[in-house]
């Protein structure tokens, strides 16, 4: 089955950097769009990033110009590198994946496990 893993959350200082993995996994036809969401305590889901296939990318605009998002097609891995983080940027973050599994299915979307990421000083 498939499956997305994310590694590299962890406490940061503000100002700092981190960077977060997701790879993706299983019997996998195809991935389209890769991205990221995030959600702090008390507080609805936000898209963060998303990368398409051909490498297009958006943004919010709470972390535009700080967080890049990429992807290697052939890993099936997607990052988010986080720079000059803040304090707001604290939440845990959740990669997911629009996969097909087999060329006779549509789009499905994977999620990852989530991965706390806290800016603190």
């Known amino acids: 089955q498939v499956q997305l893993v994310e590694s590299g959350g962890g406490l940061v200082q503000p100002g700092g950097s981190l960077r977060l993995s997701c790879a993706a996994s299983?019997?996998?036809?195809?991935?389209?769009?890769m991205g990221w969401y995030r959600q702090a305590p008390g507080q609805e889901r936000e898209l963060v990033a998303v990368?398409?296939?051909?490498?297009?990318?958006n943004y919010a605009d709470s972390v535009t110009g700080r967080f890049t998002i990429s992807r290697d097609n052939v890993k099936k891995t997607v990052y988010l590198q986080m720079n000059r983080v803040k304090p707001e940027d604290t939440a845990v973050y959740y990669c997911?994946?629009?996969?097909?599994?087999?060329?006779?299915?549509?789009?499905?979307?994977?999620w990852g496990q989530g991965t706390q990421v806290t800016v603190s000083s």
């Open positions: 990368s398409t296939r051909r490498y297009e990318t």
């Open positions: 299983g019997s996998i036809f195809s991935i389209g769009p």
């Open positions: 997911y994946a629009d996969i097909v599994v087999t060329m006779y299915d549509r789009p499905t979307r994977y």
